[in-house]
């Protein structure tokens, strides 16, 4: 199993670009989701989903924020316009349904100048 | 914002010492899990605790989960390099997903 696969594992751009992180869970996971990770908020969730309909997406910081799930081996987390406070490690993690563990992936550190 | 409070924020120690980090809440927990982050990696589950006054163990490291399931530790006995990283608690809400609120983390450095 290669576990949970995110891409890019690094992104760089500047104010005001669209960035889009890309997210493939473990097969037969039901459960999905989007953290983000900085020094001064610590982890946060961002939203999650189960068997790909959106849930809770409580912790998305403002509509520039978008995530989408089109099927069950596939998530996005957009960003447009970027500004550099989003700048953070995003975590896409998930779990199956029967377990409490979620496994996260490697992350995305974005920096937005 | 947090709910979980986690201290202490930063742990320096030298190998061979003992090291312990606290996880507090002013409500009742349904459960906490513990991760582990080493740095520029990701966090890894170590172990979920359900039970008041749960203790389970892990080699060198000791997990407790507080009577009044209001506070949980993770204690590690005899610290090792390898045990450098971060350590976070999080309470897994079972009505809302099972979403984790993750504690602020604890900074484990190891001297040789």
């Known amino acids: 199993d290669a576990g949970v696969i995110q891409s890019p594992r690094h992104e760089v751009t500047e104010m005001g670009q669209e960035v889009t992180l890309r997210c493939k869970p473990i097969?037969?996971?039901?459960?999905l989701f989007w953290y983000r990770q900085t020094m001064m908020r610590g982890l946060e969730l961002l939203i999650y989903?189960?068997?790909?309909?959106?849930?809770?997406d409580s912790g998305m910081p403002e509509d520039r924020f978008s995530a989408k799930m089109p099927n069950a081996s596939f998530s996005t987390l957009k960003i447009q316009p970027s500004e550099p406070r989003d700048s953070a490690v995003y975590f896409c993690a998930s779990r199956p349904s029967v377990a409490p563990k979620q496994f996260f992936g490697p992350g995305t550190r974005l920096t937005v100048l | 914002g947090q709910q979980v409070m986690q201290i202490p924020q930063y742990q320096h120690v030298q190998e061979g010492e003992d090291f312990t980090t606290y996880c507090n809440s002013s409500t009742t927990l349904s459960n906490i899990q513990w991760y582990k982050q080493r740095p520029g990696g990701h966090p890894v589950f170590l172990i979920q605790?359900?039970?008041?006054?749960e203790v389970k163990k892990q080699k060198r490291l000791t997990f407790q989960f507080g009577e009044a399931k209001k506070n949980s530790s993770l204690h590690i006995t005899a610290t090792q390099t390898t045990d450098v990283g971060t350590y976070f608690c999080?309470?897994?809400?079972?009505?809302?997903?099972?979403?984790?609120?993750f504690g602020q983390g604890t900074e484990l450095s190891v001297k040789p």
């Open positions: 989903f189960n068997n790909n309909v959106p849930i809770d």
């Open positions: 097969s037969g996971h039901d459960y």
């Open positions: 605790l359900v039970k008041s006054g």
């Open positions: 999080a309470e897994r809400r079972y009505n809302q997903g099972g979403k984790l609120i």
